[in-house]
């Protein structure tokens, strides 16, 4: 007899136990409208949070430049990318930084100035910016290599009573150092080509006390300093004998905080004062060394305008009226430096003084 089988019943499904309601506390209460809001209305909350960053990275780059000027540090674009931005995008660095530019005029009376790019002296450095321009477009486009802080205060209000030295570590020695770098400034823009020798120099720093120390610290080590910072730059070039020759221009920074504009406030604050003939003559000759059309009247004042960030007015001829003020600071460096005649009469008393010292 064939195995008949029997199909099973199926099973009755279990009843599936009734969802647990979660109990509403009043903060849940309170919250759920919020929340149903911002579900309904996403585009209020990231534009909100859009303006809270912008408004952040404005904050942080006006930070930024403060402590880079309080450093004498210039204000580079790659530390812009990496401390304001961070890993968003820098698509807006142009709305960030227009609106940092209004905060610091109008908060600080200050504006970010563009650094020039430093002169190619020697062969190799002309070879290698030739090199360099060829394989990026972008060094050809003029792009500010970096920016430092001046001010947009007017000429009424950028007098030393004003406009003082940073009182950290202490007033004197910075203002020391705001008048002997102005002071290096000068004697190079002065020189012939803008080129100042080592000898030169070290010559125009005898002449003021300055030859070996600089209020308790070696002049090897402050000109060190003004190098680091940019105020002037050291050139060493090997001719075709091997010797070696060293020579000083003005740095980046010497050119935006003093100028032509603060050279010429610096011999005028030693030398104005006399005769309206002999001031007129005065003019005439810091024209013809500066190479400029007419570098202001005498009493201070050059051709910068107010807000544009122009070198001169402030720092510069605090640091001329310190250095004058300063044992010779400048007898003998603004009229000297003005014309070759009376240079060569002073190496020429230099050697005779020294063939004395050696008779003796």
């Known amino acids: 007899m064939p195995l008949v089988r029997k199909r099973r019943?199926?099973?009755?499904?279990?009843?599936s136990p009734p969802p647990a309601r979660?109990?509403?506390?009043?903060?849940s209460r309170a919250s759920s409208p919020a929340s149903s809001n911002e579900s309904t209305h996403p585009d209020g909350d990231t534009h909100n949070s859009a303006a809270s960053s912008h408004e952040q990275m404005v904050k942080n780059l006006v930070r930024l430049a403060l402590a880079s000027e309080y450093a004498r540090q210039p204000l580079r674009r790659a530390d812009i990318n990496a401390k304001v931005f961070g890993a968003t995008s820098t698509r807006a660095f142009k709305p960030v930084f227009a609106a940092a530019q209004a905060a610091l005029r109008d908060t600080f009376g200050?504006?970010?100035?563009?650094?020039?790019?430093?002169?190619?002296?020697?062969?190799?450095?002309?070879?290698?910016?030739?090199?360099a321009t060829g394989a990026s477009q972008g060094n050809a486009s003029g792009a500010p290599t970096g920016w430092i802080l001046t001010s947009t205060l007017p000429a009424a209000?950028?007098?030393?009573?004003v406009l003082a030295p940073p009182r950290?570590?202490?007033?004197?020695?910075?203002?020391?150092?705001?008048?002997?770098?102005?002071?290096v400034v000068s004697v190079i823009y002065l020189s012939e080509g803008g080129r100042c020798s080592e000898s030169r120099l070290e010559r125009a720093l005898r002449r003021v006390n300055a030859g070996e120390y600089v209020g308790?610290?070696?002049?090897?080590?402050?000109?060190?300093?003004?190098?680091?910072?940019?105020?002037?730059v050291r050139v060493r070039e090997r001719e075709a004998g091997g010797e070696e020759s060293v020579e000083w221009v003005v740095g980046p920074r010497g050119r935006v905080e003093v100028g032509e504009v603060g050279v010429a406030g610096l011999v005028k604050g030693v030398y104005a004062g006399g005769r309206r003939g002999e001031v007129e003559g005065l003019e005439r000759r810091l024209e013809k060394s500066l190479g400029v059309g007419k570098v202001g009247r005498v009493g201070g004042e050059g051709e910068a305008g107010e807000g544009d960030g122009e070198p001169g007015g402030s720092e510069a001829e605090r640091g001329g009226r310190r250095s004058g003020r300063r044992s010779s600071a400048a007898n003998g460096t603004g009229g000297a430096d003005a014309g070759d005649e009376e240079e060569a009469e002073e190496e020429g008393d230099e050697e005779e003084d020294e063939e004395g010292n050696g008779d003796e």
Request: a positive charge; zero cysteines; hydrophobic letters at 35%.
């Open 168 to 183: 950290i570590p202490s007033a004197a020695p910075e203002a020391a150092y705001v008048g002997l770098y102005t002071f």
């Open 157 to 161: 209000l950028r007098a030393p009573a």
């Open 9 to 15: 019943a199926p099973a009755e499904a279990s009843p």
């Open 22 to 27: 979660r109990r509403q506390t009043p903060s």
């Open 110 to 131: 200050m504006t970010l100035t563009a650094l020039p790019s430093k002169e190619k002296i020697t062969v190799s450095q002309k070879r290698a910016a030739q090199r």
């Open 216 to 232: 308790g610290e070696k002049t090897e080590r402050v000109l060190k300093r003004m190098e680091r910072e940019g105020y002037v």
